[in-house]
C-alpha cells in the first residue's frame, strides 16, 4: 500500500516527483526485505506508505507469523535499528541518495510510539507544573524524535544532548 496523505516536502520541489522519489524508496526497501524474508524462511507482508516526508516500510504478519518477526526486531530494538540501517544502505546504493527511511516490524516501532508518547507526556506536565527543565533517559534517533514532536506539539521546547548511546532529551518551557 502506498499513501502520500502526510507529506512534508521541500519547499519549491516538485510535489509528484518528491513522493515519487520516496515511494521508489519504499520499493527498493520492499525487495530488499523480501529477500531477507525469504533467506530467513519467515513469513510476512510489507507496507509501504509515504508517512512525514519520509518512506515508511512495514513488516507485518499474522499470528505465529508475527511472533517469529521478533527475531528481526531483537532487544529494545537493537536488531530493528541495524536492519534500518541495513535496508537504507541497500536503498542509497540502488538510487544513489541517502535514505531516510522508517522500518517498523511487527509493530514493535508502532506500540513503542505509544509508550513514548506517555514518557513525553509525564515530562511535558513535570515541566509545565514545576517550571524546571527535564531531562529523560538515554534514547536513539527514533526515540528522540517521537519525544521532540510531542514536546513541539505542546508548545514547549526540546533539544538532544550527550553523545551517542547515551543521547538523550531535555524538555524545558519555549
Known amino acids: ?15 509528484t516527483g518528491w513522493v515519487k522519489r520516496l515511494e521508489e524508496e519504499g520499493e ?37 507469523g508475527q511472533r517469529s518477526l521478533q527475531r528481526l526486531v531483537g532487544t529494545d530494538g537493537e536488531v530493528l535499528d541495524a536492519l534500518q540501517e541495513l535496508t537504507r544502505i541497500a536503498v542509497q546504493a540502488r538510487t544513489g541518495d541517502r535514505s531516510r527511511l522508517m522500518l517498523d516490524v511487527a509493530g514493535y516501532r508502532a506500540g513503542r510510539r505509544v509508550e513514548l508518547g506517555k514518557v513525553a ?20 534517533a527514533f526515540e528522540r524524535k517521537v519525544i521532540h514532536d ?11 544532548s550527550g553523545v551517542e548511546p547515551e543521547r538523550y532529551v531535555v524538555i524545558r518551557t519555549a
Open 121 to 140: 507526556e509525564r515530562g511535558i506536565n513535570e515541566v509545565k507544573e514545576r517550571g524546571v527543565s527535564v531531562s529523560l533517559e538515554p534514547m536513539n
Open 150 to 160: 510531542a514536546v513541539a506539539a505542546a508548545g514547549l521546547v526540546s533539544e538532544s
Open 1 to 15: 500500500m502506498v499513501s502520500s496523505g502526510s507529506d512534508e516536502y521541500p519547499g519549491g520541489a516538485d510535489r
Open 28 to 64: 527498493v526497501a520492499a525487495d530488499y526485505l523480501e529477500e531477507l524474508l525469504d533467506i530467513e524462511d519467515l513469513d510476512g507482508d510489507i507496507d509501504i506508505d509515504v508517512d512525514h516526508g519520509r518512506a515508511s516500510v512495514a513488516v507485518v504478519a499474522e499470528g505465529d
